[in-house]
């Protein structure tokens, strides 16, 4: 039985390891954003020229890559907490020590960096006209701090089932906000232990209600995305549940629900749209045990 629970194991961290290029690649394509348009809304034809173009950037853009995030927050929280069954002060501490290393270190340098050279070269430009520097030295004293958490801020597009408006921050180099909220919630581990240990499997549709319903803090660093999928991660980890054993114990549940939301998820265009934005939550929910499922067959082929 050990051997069989050792090889489930491997093969868990096998397909982890196969779904992070494929992870990475979306990351990359959803930040294409194509120009495109609801098929609702399309003047032109399905199966036309323009028409099956429109489909691909909906699919390749906005729709399979959104997925990657969710996906890679819970990987994280599935990680974090993956032989760490009893809480352990000395292993948070590792594990936080790790992540400053990791994650702190490199994102610090990543906003410091062209912060300095945008300042830089704002003094330079005043020097050489004869300018005074005030106003650059009042930027850099302004927000020094602020390029580390919240640099950008954004009003959304739509709101949350109370009809609050959403809204999105990030830092100085707008794609490191993964890694802002991803520390954030690591540091935030020691919580997140106590509420699965107290509230058990009930902590589940309670976030899960709160992410599809976007009724949650507006904190930055704290985006319900990444407590939400964090958690179920770490969920799975502390309950020690194999996530290849679940998404295939599940598949013929999950993947045909996943196809069916894939394909009115790519009608409404997913977050482009408000009927898209309210469907696409339950799209990202089933499509991430249907991707596990996909790599681990990928893995089995692979290793024959």
């Not at 982890?16 to 294409?32: A, G, K, N, Q």
Request: hydrophobic content about 50%.
């Amino acid at each position: 039985m050990s051997t069989t629970t050792q090889d489930k194991s491997e093969l868990q961290s096998q397909t982890i390891d196969f779904l992070r290029f494929p992870l990475i690649m979306m990351v990359v394509f959803i930040h294409m954003s194509p120009k495109t348009i609801n098929l609702i809304d399309a003047k032109y034809t399905l199966l036309s020229g323009p028409g099956i173009y429109n489909v691909v950037k909906i699919l390749f853009s906005h729709i399979i890559p959104s997925i990657a995030v969710p996906t890679f927050f819970f990987i994280s929280g599935f990680l974090f907490f993956l032989n760490f069954q009893e809480w352990s002060w000395n292993g948070y501490k590792k594990k936080i020590g790790s992540r400053i290393k990791t994650l702190l270190i490199p994102y610090i340098l990543w906003n410091l960096i062209p912060f300095l050279l945008i300042v830089g070269k704002s003094l330079i430009c005043d020097i050489s006209n004869g300018n005074p520097t005030t106003e650059t030295l009042a930027f850099f004293s302004n927000n020094i701090w602020r390029i580390f958490y919240v640099f950008h801020e954004w009003e959304g597009s739509y709101t949350d089932w109370l009809e609050n408006q959403l809204s999105s921050t990030a830092p100085l180099n707008v794609p490191l906000w993964f890694i802002r909220d991803l520390f954030v919630i690591s540091l935030l581990t020691p919580i997140i232990y106590i509420a699965i240990r107290r509230l058990k499997i009930w902590l589940i549709p309670i976030l899960f209600l709160a992410y599809i319903s976007k009724i949650w803090t507006q904190i930055p660093g704290l985006d319900i995305e990444s407590v939400f999928f964090f958690t179920v991660g770490s969920f799975f980890a502390l309950n020690k549940l194999n996530i290849v054993d679940f998404a295939n114990k599940y598949k013929y549940f999950i993947l045909p629900i996943s196809a069916i939301l894939l394909v009115a998820c790519t009608i409404y265009d997913g977050n482009k749209t408000e009927i898209g934005h309210n469907i696409i939550p339950f799209y990202v929910c089933t499509s991430i045990p249907s991707a596990f499922y996909v790599c681990f067959l990928f893995s089995v082929i692979s290793n024959h």
